[in-house]
């Protein structure tokens, strides 16, 4: 199962600048997401993160990380239709490489431990064949 922009919206609240994830390759709930975010030199990021130099900042990688564990939570759940309030809980990163316009972030989802309305999530991100962040992100969710 594939997700574009506008299907995602549905599922996450967030909207430009701040809709980190561009679109969904894969989803098997309760086993693994690949979900695709474009890094283009256009973001408004770069204008004064290293502008001499431009760099993702790693906080942003670590969102898009999060996006797309909501993602990867909501379809495990099976919260189709539901209006969801997520909370991050805990958070632990390791970055290995820069990621810099014209990289395309593939992030990989997969479960560490998932209770009802509380997950464990394990991410991480390569550029190409690359790993070039981790993660270890606890959220929990609240129904509007």
Do not use: W
Not at 54 to 62: A, D, F, N, R, S
Not at 94 to 102: D, E, I, N, Y
Not at 106 to 123: A, C, D, N, Q, Y
């Amino acid at each position: 199962m594939q997700l574009d922009a506008l299907e995602i919206r549905k599922i996450i609240p967030h909207r430009f600048p701040f809709l980190l994830i561009d679109k969904v390759v894969e989803i098997r709930p309760n086993e693994k997401l690949i979900a695709i975010k474009n890094v283009s030199i256009n973001e408004q990021f770069f204008t004064g993160h290293f502008p001499e130099e431009k760099v993702m900042p790693g906080v942003l990688i670590v969102e898009a990380m999060a996006q797309a564990g909501c993602i990867y939570f909501y379809y495990s759940k099976n919260l189709f239709g539901k209006e969801i309030i997520y909370y991050l809980a805990k958070v632990t990163a390791k970055f290995m490489a820069p990621v810099v316009p014209g990289d395309q972030l593939r992030i990989e989802v997969t479960t560490i431990k998932m209770m009802p309305k509380v997950g464990f999530l394990k991410m991480e991100a390569f550029v190409a064949d690359q790993a070039v962040a981790e993660a270890q992100i606890g959220f929990s969710v609240k129904e509007v």
